[in-house]
């Protein structure tokens, strides 16, 4: 997450994520909500930020595995501008984009 600036734990099931975006930044509290070992985490974001997120493994596939990265935020009325939304989404593609390379390592040709 190349927005994420430190993760802090600060409780059993709870941290906090510093995360930088340009000159913007937020202390993003968030809360282990579901956890299933090789299957799935949920998270509840209860800072600035808040709502729900999930990251789910599944079968797709002999030798192969789906991932799926899911959110509902509720972000800050200063990120509802398109220029915001659509900077975010480049930093979650880019995020995306770098998680397929560091799993599936170079030559993996997919």
Not at 5 to 22: D, K, L, M
Not at 40 to 66: D, N, Q
């Amino acid at each position: 997450m190349a927005d994420a600036a430190s993760i802090r734990v600060t409780g059993p099931g709870r941290f906090e994520c510093e995360t930088r975006v340009g000159p913007l930044r937020t202390l993003d509290r968030m809360e282990v909500v579901e956890w299933r070992p090789g299957r799935a985490l949920g998270v509840r974001h209860e800072g600035l930020v808040k709502g729900t997120g999930r990251f789910a493994l599944s079968w797709a596939g002999p030798g192969r595995t789906r991932f799926t990265w899911s959110e509902q935020l509720d972000l800050p009325w200063y990120f509802a501008p398109p220029l915001a939304r659509f900077v975010l989404k480049q930093v979650w593609r880019r995020n995306l984009r770098t998680l397929k390379r560091l799993v599936e390592g170079p030559g993996s040709g997919r």
